[in-house]
């Protein structure tokens, strides 16, 4: 599926009434949440890299790239990867392999995997714009705001880097751990779609939605979600069998 089908499903959607991208790890999640009826799928890198053995962030690019081309090609409804800040790569290489793998669109964050310091947002409004010059209109591109994250609770600096992106070409802004009160303030001064993650503590999708978040994504969460019921079910079997 396309970056075009992805790109609209963000387009024209009521309060409370988000786009929610489930997080496949794998092949089979992946069929499972596209079966469930979900329109699009957004990999976790956390969760992709712990299905491969790795901490998140650890996982070699060659492996994760292997992994979202079985996710893409086992499922019918678009797919976006998240490729952390970019694995290191030049522009160009990142974008063929994505679109190599199938991907209809990426995330990308502008905090500095080394360090995780906070990226010269100039630096990285550069990035993006050369990433959205080599695909085109081939990727979706969230693109993530890691203030919030990274203990930079100020308003006006999630916008400066929110307005750089925006002029950069990204679709989408994702100013990730916003609380809700934060993501309010900025979903209304930006003029992009605002991806939101959805915690176990909440807030609910829906109610991410009526704060202006026009999409959902959920992290590792789901992956971690289903590993515990995975060890519910190993010691439950562990206890009647042994």
Known sequence: MTAATLRALHHGRAAGDPLVLPGPWDAASA????????PALATPSAGVSAALG??????????MF?????????????????????????????????????????????SDPATGQLRDPG??????????????????????????????????QALDRARRYTEAGADCLYPILASPGQLAEFATAVTLPVNAIALPTGPTPRELG??????????????????????????????ACC
């Open 31 to 38: 069929r499972v949440f596209a079966e469930a009826g979900f």
């Open 54 to 63: 790795y901490a998140d962030g650890q996982a070699p690019p060659a492996e």
């Open 66 to 110: 292997a992994a979202l081309a079985r996710i893409t090609r086992a499922v019918e409804v678009p797919v976006t990867a998240d490729v952390e800040a970019g694995y290191g790569l030049p522009p160009a290489e990142l974008v063929v392999r994505l679109l190599e793998a199938g991907a209809a669109g990426c995330n990308l964050e502008d």
């Open 123 to 156: 630096e990285q409004a550069d990035y993006l714009a050369v990433v959205r010059a080599e695909a085109g209109d081939a990727l979706f591109i969230n693109a993530r705001v890691d203030t919030y994250l990274r203990g930079v609770t100020g308003l006006d």
């Open 210 to 239: 009526e704060l202006g978040a026009a999409r959902i994504t959920f992290g590792g969460g789901l992956h971690r979600k289903a590993m515990t019921a995975l060890a519910d079910s190993a010691r439950e079997l562990r206890a």
